[in-house]
């Protein structure tokens, strides 16, 4: 059960970001020495694979 409790969790989660309802907020630290106050978001591309990796561990 609590498998696809995560599993449910992760599609919402998925779905909510697809549409824009909800943003992925990350601790980061630039590295190229920019700092310009803004928040680290992943982009578009990276962000199926940070969704991959997050149910690979609820696995």
Do not use: F, S
């Not at 449910?8 to 190229?32: I, M, P, S, W, Y």
């Not at 199926?48 to 149910?55: E, I, K, Q």
Request: glycine share 8%; proline share 2%; hydrophobic share 40%.
């Amino acid at each position: 059960m609590w498998l696809k409790e995560k599993q449910d969790e992760n599609e919402k989660l998925n779905a909510a970001v697809a549409a824009g309802t909800v943003r992925l907020r990350l601790a980061a630290t630039c590295t190229t020495g920019v700092d310009d106050g803004g928040t680290a978001e992943l982009n578009a591309t990276a962000r199926p694979t940070y969704n991959a990796l997050r149910a690979g561990i609820a696995k």
